[in-house]
C-alpha cells in the first residue's frame, strides 16, 4: 500500500492514519484529538494556511507542520 503524508492531500480526500512520524509530544497530541491510526480523515480545505479536516464528525484544523509528519492511505 502506498502512503502519502496529508499535506499532499486535495480537498474531497479520504484516508486513513497510516503512522505519525513525530516526536513524543506531537504524537501524543494528534492521539489525543483523534488521529489514532485507521482513524478515517476526509480533507476539508488544503489551500494556505492550517488544513482543515473532517474526523469523527468534527472539523479539525491542523498545522502544516504538524499535517507534514502524518502519513496517510488513500481509501476510495
Known sequence: MEYSTLIT???GDICKVARIQA???ATMRLYE???NT????QVL???RGPIIVGL?????ALGRGLAE???VARSK
Open 56 to 60: 469523527g464528525g468534527h472539523k479539525v
Open 45 to 47: 480545505k488544503n489551500d
Open 9 to 11: 492531500l486535495r480537498e
Open 69 to 71: 509528519k502524518m502519513l
Open 33 to 35: 484529538m483523534g488521529f
Open 38 to 41: 485507521g482513524a478515517r480523515v
Open 23 to 25: 516526536g513524543t509530544t
